[in-house]
DNA sequence: CCCGATAGTTTCGATACGCTATCATCTTCC
DNA sequence: GGAAGATGATAGCGTATCGAAACTATCGGG
């Protein structure tokens, strides 16, 4: 009685990974005129995110999946636009730090993101505690399948040490962190919970995928 | 006691946003070497779930967010890879509906997109299904701010008649249902609860809308 | 039959984006 | 002090994507 679909058995999980992605476009499709490009947007958001040990573009390049040359570029299209003040580092006279401006904050208030954000305000609050931390596992998972970086903040970081409340230290900057720092991204976060340990098998060996 | 945040006060919306952006970012990524394209990939699945009235060119680029001359070219890209198989229409000479080859069938088992489809089966059941749910209200809610069309199934379709389980009757189409387009994507979707009525506030109100 | 609207296509040009070098500078380690 | 490695910047080049505009074929009315 039943037809046979023939042409496409549809896995909810499908629909589900097809549905995140079509969200993505839609919000950023947002940024419209005079705006800034989608990269730029996403720095711009990463610069204002990362702790200040973060906030270069080799570790952007890593954050976005891209390449050095690549996060520069768009980095620079930023500081042109006044919206990262460029800042050299004492400690590594390589590195180089960038910053929000006042009118990169301003920006960001703009940003094309929001509408999207106001619609998750509108959730039921129980739901999105849930469903932000769904998102979290999934980000987890796929930057271990691609050999791209994780970024998280010190909360559930294995470099953090110290009781709740109390001033945290973290062994990787090998200070104590400032209260600022303490939700934001950093490049050197490592989950404390290897982040796809449960369900399944893993793909590829621990060799070859920190190299 | 508490520093004040000066640079970035995160809400989990925001959070929860950039993540979306930032998974379908990775997700997409993956496609590599001699692979299709985003939008071909996006194409390719559009075309593999829509309905047999919904497989053309127009339907595609209101999906997209696209203009009409952008969608024919990518679905051109696909019909010239033997991916699509292009079949005029009967009823409507102007018309013309796209099908899947087999060789798209096949294309479409080494989606890149199946790294997170896969992910996804890896959540606990509950979970998955509340995460579904609330990944279609965010893109109902979206569609509907863009002046973007929305897509969606039969099954809570304004246009969809008949008792659950009896052969339904499509208004729309005026036509009784395939049971193989009863969860396929439909260009004609209306979703019978308005989107987002039940929370909070509309911005904007409905005049300016939809023009 | 003519007119306006619609579906699809094509061409053109602009832009975004990305990668691969290559280079200069600086650190680290021997 | 010198070699090796890391960081950042830049130039050159290719491709993806996109929108606007022009064009064809068809439908639907009057």
Same mark, same amino acid.
């Given at each position: &009685? %039943?037809?046979?679909?023939?042409?496409?058995? &549809?896995?909810?999980?499908? $629909?589900? #990974?097809? $549905? %995140?992605?079509?969200? /993505?476009?839609?919000?950023?499709? @947002?940024?419209?005129?005079?705006?800034?490009?989608?990269?730029?947007?996403?720095?711009? !958001? *990463?610069? #204002?995110?990362?702790?200040?040990?973060?906030?270069?573009?080799?570790?952007?390049?890593? *954050?976005?999946?891209?390449?050095?040359g690549t996060a520069s570029q768009t980095?620079k299209s930023?500081?042109?636009? @006044?919206? $990262?003040?460029?800042?050299?580092?004492?400690?590594?006279?390589?590195? %180089?730090?960038?910053?929000?401006?006042? #009118?990169?904050? !301003?920006?960001?208030?703009?940003?094309?993101?929001?509408?999207?954000?106001?619609?998750?305000? @509108?959730?039921?609050?129980?739901?999105?505690?849930?469903?932000?931390?769904?998102?979290?596992?999934?980000?987890?998972?796929?930057?271990?399948?691609?050999?791209?970086?994780?970024?998280?903040?010190?909360?559930?970081?294995?470099?953090?040490?110290? /009781?709740? @409340?109390?001033?945290?230290?973290?062994?990787?900057?090998?200070?104590?962190?400032?209260?600022?720092? &303490?939700?934001? $991204?950093?490049?050197?976060?490592?989950?404390?919970?290897?982040?796809?340990?449960?369900? &399944?098998?893993?793909?590829?060996?621990?060799?070859?995928?920190?190299?």
């Open positions: &009685m %039943i037809a046979i679909r023939y042409h496409y058995r &549809m896995k909810t999980s499908d $629909l589900a #990974a097809e $549905l %995140i992605v079509h969200l /993505a476009r839609l919000a950023q499709s @947002g940024a419209g005129e005079g705006a800034l490009t989608p990269a730029q947007w996403t720095a711009l !958001r *990463f610069f #204002a995110r990362a702790n200040s040990h973060s906030r270069t573009p080799s570790a952007f390049s890593a *954050f976005h999946a891209t390449t050095r980095v930023l500081v042109e636009r @006044g919206l $990262l003040a460029r800042q050299r580092s004492e400690l590594d006279g390589r590195s %180089i730090r960038f910053d929000l401006t006042e #009118a990169g904050r !301003r920006a960001l208030r703009r940003d094309p993101l929001q509408a999207l954000s106001r619609l998750l305000d @509108g959730l039921p609050e129980a739901g999105r505690a849930q469903f932000l931390e769904t998102l979290q596992r999934l980000a987890g998972g796929l930057a271990d399948r691609r050999e791209s970086a994780n970024f998280g903040t010190c909360a559930d970081c294995v470099h953090c040490e110290g /009781a709740t @409340g109390a001033p945290a230290y973290c062994r990787c900057m090998d200070n104590t962190l400032l209260t600022e720092d &303490m939700d934001a $991204l950093c490049v050197d976060y490592r989950p404390v919970v290897p982040a796809e340990a449960p369900p &399944m098998l893993r793909l590829r060996s621990t060799s070859g995928a920190d190299q």
